[in-house]
């Protein structure tokens, strides 16, 4: 009686924790090394800033020095817009001679196109003795194994004058064929 009780006690083994556990943990890993690489690129953005743009202390300094700084950081400048104007007009050469390059192969293909087939009209006999070769000696009537489709001509109603039609139907014996006609 003892041992029942403890088994109605047990909870059922539940898989589903065990299924999607390593997929939790795989996420949570990913965002933690998704944050930290955010974090480094951040430190490398600052460290690339301050080595390339040292802070400037222009406290105590004259008024001929700072003319001098002015001087040097404009000729950097200057030396910074050269080298971006070269780069842009090689960019630009380089997308031009993709572009023809581009074309020349449109060019080369356009030149190599397929011809568009044209239908041949074969005859069923020509067409076995093409695949068959020379085994094929007797001819087939293919033809005379279709079904053939029996058409059933519907009966057409005679045209009568449609005087006599109106006078024979009005009144009431009209309006009783009438009715007839449409209850059958």
């Known amino acids: 009686m003892s041992e029942m009780i403890l088994t109605v006690q047990k909870k059922p083994f539940s898989h589903i924790h065990f299924l999607f556990f390593p997929q939790i ?45 002015c001087k040097d950081l404009h000729h ?10 070269d780069t842009g007009l090689k960019v630009s050469k380089n997308d031009q001679e993709i572009d023809n390059m581009n074309l020349k192969i449109i060019e080369i293909q356009s030149k190599f196109k397929k011809p568009t087939l044209k239908r041949v009209k074969i005859s069923a006999e020509a067409m076995l003795s093409v695949l068959l070769g020379g085994k094929h000696k007797e001819s087939f009537d293919f033809k005379a194994n279709l079904k053939t489709v029996k058409k059933e001509e519907e009966k057409k109603e005679e045209v009568t004058d449609w005087r006599k039609n109106v006078e024979a139907m009005s009144g009431m014996e009209g309006r009783k064929k009438l009715f007839d006609a449409s209850g059958n």
């Open 76 to 85: 950097k400048i200057d030396v910074v817009d050269e080298e971006r104007y």
């Open 25 to 69: 943990r795989l996420l949570t890993v990913a965002a933690q090394m998704l944050q930290e690489e955010t974090e480094q690129k951040i430190k490398e953005r600052e460290a690339t800033l301050a080595e390339r743009v040292p802070p400037l202390s222009m406290s105590g300094l004259s008024l001929q020095e700072l003319l001098d700084l």
